[in-house]
């Protein structure tokens, strides 16, 4: 994208994989939490990355970034993951500069999320933004192409019923429970973890199971404590985690932790249990099936749930589309602006320097020459002449690259260098 003099780098990637080809064991030896991410960003400036957002989440890791190369940012992925570049070969995506700009509008719109309009990419995907700020791993292009696919969202969310009805991951836990358990409200639940899926899955609990015995545990108690303050659950502490799994009919497991923290030593009931995992990694060993009393599932079979709120909502597809469609149009047209920045800029310097030497010329003339009144009037027609050429350049009508080179030419102006 250089010719939009945008960056040093030649094209703008978008690197990832999802749940669309890559399993949740797959995905999982992928996932980056707070520290890897971070060792990530370090080592992209390290190797002279410019701008580079990475996000992470249950259904994807996705990297979008300028490169000469998408190898330089799937090598990041890999270095600081449990994943290879041959397993990521197998499953990947990699999208270029304007694909990799629809990608990055889908994804951020709920249009290619694993639960059809489910908008929670959109906060990790401004939070990865703030991060990457930080880091002095952000441009121009990154932050205002950010800013537009968070306004498209926005108008999707509000002019469209595409995220109307209950319909999550934590909602699909709560519908598989009713779906297989009878008398749920009469059943120990215990929730252990207690981050977003972990909150929204408590609260759909409370709030469709009418269940007065969840049992909340986390590694953090004190953030167990404020959601049990919520909605008056119990709370326990980690070290009772195997005797408050023995007086459990439904165990949920959502903790950020990046290997299994359950598996079946940790099992003593012989009582029926059901094992919901809501983690990726996965945190629940699959050797817990070897108990005849445990039943497992991942939130990989709980996202194939399909009802008619997820019909209703696929009919709204053509309408976000269209959303989607104007609000990149209007950063396009952005993004060709960039194209002749440096030339305007570069020609209001030639004509600024043409009023320094006349300047020069009428003080030495002029004793009595109104510089203040000169200065004025000079400036105002030095930005009404770039305005024009600037007008002319946006023109559907015209050639850009042939007026630039035309206006180079007749000013004598040098070649830009590409910006930044």
Not at 41 to 60: D, F, G, H, M, Y
Not at 127 to 134: E, F
Request: proline share 2%; aromatic share 8%.
């Amino acid at each position: 994208m250089q010719k939009y003099n945008i960056s040093r780098s030649n094209y703008f990637y978008a690197i990832g994989l999802s749940y669309k080809k890559a399993d949740a064991e797959v995905r999982g030896h992928f996932s980056l939490d707070q520290d890897s991410k971070l060792r990530l960003l370090n080592q992209a400036k390290e190797n002279a990355i410019e701008s580079l957002i990475v996000t992470s989440t249950c259904n994807r890791t996705e990297i979008y970034g300028f490169a000469q190369h998408p190898f330089q940012l799937i090598q990041l992925l890999c270095d600081n993951t449990r994943g290879t570049v041959e397993e990521f070969e197998k499953v990947a995506y990699i999208y270029k500069n304007n694909d990799a700009i629809t990608h990055m509008f889908r994804v951020g719109s709920g249009l290619d999320s694993q639960i059809l309009g489910d908008f929670e990419i959109i906060s990790q995907l401004k939070i990865s933004t703030n991060l990457s700020r930080k880091h002095g791993l952000l441009n121009h292009f990154t932050e205002r192409l950010v800013n537009a696919v968070i306004q498209a969202s926005k108008r999707i969310k509000t002019e469209t019923n595409i995220s109307s009805g209950a319909t999550s991951v934590s909602f699909a836990s709560v519908q598989y429970i009713f779906n297989n358990i009878e008398n749920v409200s009469k059943k120990n639940i215990l929730l252990f973890g207690t981050g977003k899926i972990g909150r929204n899955t408590c609260e759909n609990l409370v709030k469709h199971t009418k269940n007065e015995q969840i049992t909340l545990i986390n590694r953090t108690k004190n953030k167990a404590e404020q959601i049990a303050g919520k909605f008056n659950l119990v709370v326990k502490d980690y070290a009772n985690l195997q005797e408050e799994i023995s007086n459990s009919d439904i165990l949920i497991v959502a903790t950020g932790a990046q290997r299994p923290t359950i598996d079946k030593h940790i099992i003593q009931s012989k009582k029926p249990l059901l094992i919901l995992d809501l983690s990726i990694p996965k945190n629940v060993n699959p050797n817990v099936e070897e108990l005849a009393n445990v039943s497992l599932v991942h939130l990989d079979d709980l996202s194939k749930i399909t009802d008619q709120t997820l019909e209703a909502r696929r009919e709204q597809i053509p309408l976000a589309e269209v959303i989607i469609e104007e609000v990149k149009a209007d950063f396009n047209s952005w993004l060709e602006t960039r194209k002749f920045a440096p030339t305007i800029k570069a020609l209001k310097h030639k004509l600024n320097d043409f009023k320094v030497a006349e300047f020069d010329a009428l003080r030495k003339k002029n004793p009595d020459f109104n510089e203040e009144q000169a200065e004025l009037i000079s400036n105002n027609i030095i930005q009404k002449i770039t305005n024009h050429f600037a007008h002319h350049l946006k023109d559907d009508g015209v050639s850009t690259d042939d007026s630039l080179e035309f206006i180079k030419k007749i000013f004598q102006l040098e070649h830009p260098t590409t910006q930044a």
